[in-house]
Structures are given as C-alpha cells and as structure tokens.
C-alpha cells in the first residue's frame, strides 16, 4: 500500500468533513507501521496494516457511494492524493466483491495449491 501522499494541491471545499478521520486513520497507519514483528509470521505482521488501509477506502467508498455526504470533487481528490485505493473501490462496486478486504485476496499465485485467502479484515 503506498503511503498518502499530498501534492499540495488546495483540497475542495468539503473535504474538511473527512479530514478528522482521514488524520485519525493516518495515525493508526503510522503506529501500525512502528509496531515491534518480532515473534509473528511474515503475514501476520501486515494484518493491521491491510486492515487499516480497508478501513480508509471503506470509509470513502461509503461515503460517497452509500451515503451520498461527499461531492465528487472531494471523493476524486481522496482518489488522487492516496486516501483511498481506487482499485479496490472498483471491486467493490461490482457484485459478489462487496466484502472484499484487499486485492491480494483474489489473486490465486499468491497462495497455496491456487486456491483464494480468507479475509482477515
């Protein structure tokens, strides 16, 4: 997951109704990041972070598609600067990938005998 990177472009008029949240997840990423893996697996190290990065892109998903708060200028800007993951949010508009947790969960060369993963979110 790439780190939220800002452009310094002026955000829209709106997004300050996201911001708090947007800052609060930031901050939640960056004490996932700092934790100590010593003593777990090489995939349980990364769990909190997909879980984080699900959070976020759920958050605006939601948002914008559920609840209709944001306008488009503000979801694209959330899109451009890195808060959500467009990918996903692409997945989860179509049917039977409503609760995917991550694009990793669908690819099978990732896992043993091509089979999927099970959602840790």
């Given at each position: 997951m790439p780190k939220v990177r800002t452009h310094k472009s002026r955000p829209p008029p709106g997004f300050e109704l996201?911001?708090?949240t947007l800052d609060e997840l930031d901050q939640k990423?960056?004490?996932a990041e700092a934790d100590p893996h010593e003593g777990k697996r090489k995939a349980e190290?990364?769990?909190?972070?997909?879980?984080?990065?699900?959070?976020?892109?759920?958050?605006?998903?939601d948002l914008y598609y559920k609840r209709h708060t944001?306008?488009?200028?503000v979801y694209e800007y959330c899109l451009r600067e890195g808060y959500a993951d467009a990918a996903l949010i692409a997945k989860w508009k179509k049917p039977g990938y409503e609760k995917l947790c991550c694009l990793r969960c669908m690819q099978s060369r990732d896992h043993n005998f091509a089979t999927t993963c099970i959602c840790r979110v």
């Open positions: 996201v911001q708090s990423m960056r004490e190290a990364v769990w909190p972070i997909f879980r984080i990065h699900h959070q976020r892109s759920r958050f605006i998903f944001i306008t488009r200028e």
